[in-house]
């Protein structure tokens, strides 16, 4: 799906000041239906979605480095760049925009898509 159309009319929300986040680490925010985890490397934040599509653990308590985080269950790596696994990049959580307004870091979060399930023969 388009960004622009995935994205449309859906606004920035805060989470966090910035301090907020140490550097190389992440933090949790319900945002919606969902849950979000912000990193913050010492430069610039970035947002994906926290939960691991493994086994379902908080990718915002996991470490930062070299741009991706280590999932603290079972050690995937994901891109925070674009949210690829670092084994495969048939794999990937979703990666949100951030922008920071004033000391305020603020994402912007669409609505989880709608859970797809097997046809029946
Ligand atoms: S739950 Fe994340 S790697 Fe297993």
């Known amino acids: 799906m388009n960004d622009d159309v995935?994205?449309?009319?859906?606004?920035?929300?805060?989470?966090?000041?910035?301090?907020?986040?140490?550097?190389?680490?992440g933090r949790t925010y319900a945002v919606g239906d969902r849950l979000v985890a912000v990193f913050f490397d010492g430069i610039s934040y970035?947002?994906?979605?926290?939960i691991c599509p493994h086994m379902g653990a908080s990718l915002g308590s996991?470490?930062?480095?070299?741009?991706?985080?280590?999932?603290?269950w079972h050690a995937w790596r994901f891109r925070l760049s674009d949210g690829v696994w670092s084994d495969s990049s048939q794999l990937k959580v979703d990666v949100f925009d951030v922008r920071i307004v004033g000391d305020t870091i603020e994402v912007r979060v669409p609505p989880a898509p709608p859970i797809e399930l097997p046809q029946r023969p």
């Open 46 to 50: 970035a947002a994906i979605d926290d």
């Open 62 to 72: 996991g470490p930062l480095r070299d741009g991706a985080v280590t999932c603290p």
């Open 6 to 25: 995935r994205t449309n009319g859906i606004p920035f929300v805060p989470v966090a000041r910035l301090g907020d986040i140490p550097v190389g680490e």
